[in-house]
């Protein structure tokens, strides 16, 4: 079995997917206390620190990993801080904003893993024009004792069963003595995953209706449904949130594919504070009716108020959007539900719109094993066939 550090993991969504392809998480790590809760719910047998990963030493993580050896460390560290204003990379790594970018690095380098695998937004990718990748690979080429060979793609995750359209940049490296390239998955099929096909089997709840634990409302209608309800006998974090009549009127109003600018003078939001005047503030993703025989757009961290039911006037409940990012049933969520602003942790949705989409995480892992396991087999293949071809 291959082994893993998961680091910035958050609620376990890449920790997930790459436990189904049979590497061995032997330490995770992220700072947000609700995270911790659902995490050590979901992977009881995997120690887990929490808090800032600078503040971490070698002699922590060394008491946990003790002797084994690391195939793997993964992880999407923020990297909005990054600016290359100022040439001079002692400079730039030294920004507060790059450290935790830093701190993935260095935990690279005390290591020395076989591989690693990045996750971040796409946006990375023409940042100053694109010298920040440049630069972000450069570390990562020169990280440890050897250096990785390393490979950047944008994956979305439609492409791999996923019922979202969500793309993120996948950065991945392997060391360079083992003379490895890494390979990237490659698409599923044809046909992708809708939001009806995803969530059409749990309970139809109207807003503020839902309960902890509920009985599924059908049996499963597809392969998706079948898969998300494997290992569960009930349904878990399918609260639908409470919402006003005015509200809910407003949600009627909207037609699949649209969203509140479509409906702005009948229905559009109030000044808070003065409920007599609209808003002059208006968002093209406020209150946009999914699809229902699409995937969903990107289900952020803030989806909870983003996107209305494609069939019912609310916005969806927490384990709707966990459908929508392939946690299973069994994927149960801690910490508040939703929160307000002076609230410390984040939420199941925030915890849900982070995560990595577990059935993609899924897919670039079974890409990276095949790689490690057989990648020696494959050199040897290319240097017999270099030898034919002299020979001829």
């Not at 997917?17 to 609700?34: H, K, P, Q, R, T």
Request: charged letters at 25%; aromatic letters at 10%; glycine letters at 6%.
């Amino acid at each position: 079995m291959l082994n893993s550090i998961d680091l910035f993991s958050g609620c376990g969504g890449m920790t997930l997917g790459f436990g189904w392809a049979g590497f061995n998480s032997v330490l995770a790590s992220d700072i947000d206390e609700n995270c911790e809760k659902t995490f050590a719910t979901n992977f009881p047998e995997t120690p887990f620190l929490c808090g800032d990963l600078s503040e971490f030493t070698i002699d922590e993580f060394d008491k946990i990993i003790t002797d084994k050896i690391i195939d793997v460390i993964i992880g999407g560290p923020p990297c909005q801080g990054f600016s290359l204003a100022n040439k001079r990379r002692n400079k730039v790594s030294q920004d507060p904003r790059n450290s935790l970018f830093y701190e993935f690095v260095k935990t690279i380098t005390w290591y020395n893993p076989k591989s690693f695998v990045m996750e971040n937004v796409k946006g990375l990718l023409s940042m100053e024009s694109g010298q920040v990748i440049m630069q972000i690979q450069n570390e990562f080429e020169n990280a440890g004792e050897y250096g990785y060979e390393v490979r950047t793609k944008v994956l979305r995750a439609s492409d791999f069963g996923v019922p979202q359209s969500r793309e993120r940049v996948i950065i991945i490296g392997i060391r360079k003595d083992l003379n490895l390239v890494p390979e990237f998955p490659s698409k599923k099929g044809e046909k992708e995953i809708t939001v009806e096909e995803a969530i059409s089997d749990l309970p139809k709840i109207n807003a503020g209706e839902g309960e902890e634990k509920m009985n599924y409302a059908s049996k499963p209608t597809n392969d998706y449904q079948k898969f998300m309800r494997k290992n569960a006998k009930n349904v878990f974090n399918h609260i639908a949130m409470r919402h006003t009549q005015r509200l809910i009127e407003r949600f009627k109003a909207i037609r699949p594919g649209k969203n509140l600018l479509d409906v702005w003078e009948t229905h559009g939001a109030v000044q808070r504070g003065n409920p007599n005047e609209k808003s002059k503030v208006k968002f093209s993703q406020n209150n946009l009716r999914l699809i229902a025989n699409k995937p969903a757009p990107t289900i952020a961290a803030s989806f909870q108020s983003n996107f209305i039911h494609p069939f019912l006037d609310r916005n969806f409940t927490a384990r709707e959007g966990a459908r929508l990012q392939s946690f299973p049933d069994d994927f149960i969520f801690e910490g508040m539900r939703t929160k307000m602003s002076w609230e410390k942790g984040l939420s199941q949705y925030q915890q849900i719109g982070n995560a990595v989409p577990p059935l993609m995480a899924y897919e670039i892992a079974m890409t990276l094993k095949k790689v490690l396991e057989n990648g020696n087999d494959l050199e040897a293949t290319k240097e017999k066939k270099t030898l034919v071809n002299n020979e001829i």
